[in-house]
């Protein structure tokens, strides 16, 4: 069974977990990936905060607020980034930070090419925070992904897309 490492979400233990059945209120991040969320965070929190402050403030001052399009607009965008900052917050105390593993199998933190309908592709598994498909950082959880967890160099793998099934021979794994 293929067992990964994985720091834990609040305790800094590392621990070893299945690469397969992960709980769902867990977010599996990159080192680089949960700094990209502090710093979402921190700008919703200080920039974004005082940018929207103003606008609600601005608003007021045109009176009437019950037909007050750009006070509505603004304290719609407030409800959305204190959401977000709700997410974010609960992503990073979730968080568990995936620290790359190098060959072996394809798992998350892996970087690995393929070759696919004669041309040679460079893949990233991240978590689903971090998917980036067109920049070849594909989720563990997306059905691609799923395809690719658990193979090794030299296996073929086979995935079903929109418009069929599309054959990725996997190349090496880093």
């Known amino acids: 069974m293929d067992l990964m490492m994985l720091t834990g979400p609040s305790d800094g233990l590392v621990s070893s977990v299945q690469s397969i059945g992960f709980m769902s209120q867990v977010t599996y991040v990159s080192e680089e990936g949960l700094q990209q969320l502090k710093d979402e965070l921190a700008m919703r929190k200080t920039v974004n905060r005082l940018e929207i402050t103003s606008r609600i403030a601005s608003a007021k ?3 009437d607020l019950s037909e007050n399009f750009e006070y509505h607009v603004a304290k719609d965008d407030q409800a959305q980034n204190e959401s977000r900052i709700l997410d974010l917050e609960d992503m990073i105390r979730n968080a568990s930070v995936v620290v790359k593993k190098s060959g072996g199998k394809i798992n998350l ?3 690995f090419q393929v070759k ?8 990233q598994m ?3 925070t971090e998917a980036d498909p067109l920049a070849g950082k594909i989720s563990n959880e997306s059905p691609i992904g799923v395809s690719f967890v658990g193979k090794e160099a030299g296996d073929t793998v086979e995935v079903t897309v929109p418009s069929g099934k599309m054959s990725y021979k996997i190349l090496s794994v880093e």
Request: aromatic share 6%; hydrophobic share 35%; no cysteine.
């Open 61 to 63: 001052e045109l009176g």
């Open 116 to 123: 696919v309908g004669g041309v040679e592709k460079t893949f």
């Open 109 to 111: 933190g892996s970087t």
């Open 126 to 128: 991240v978590g689903a």
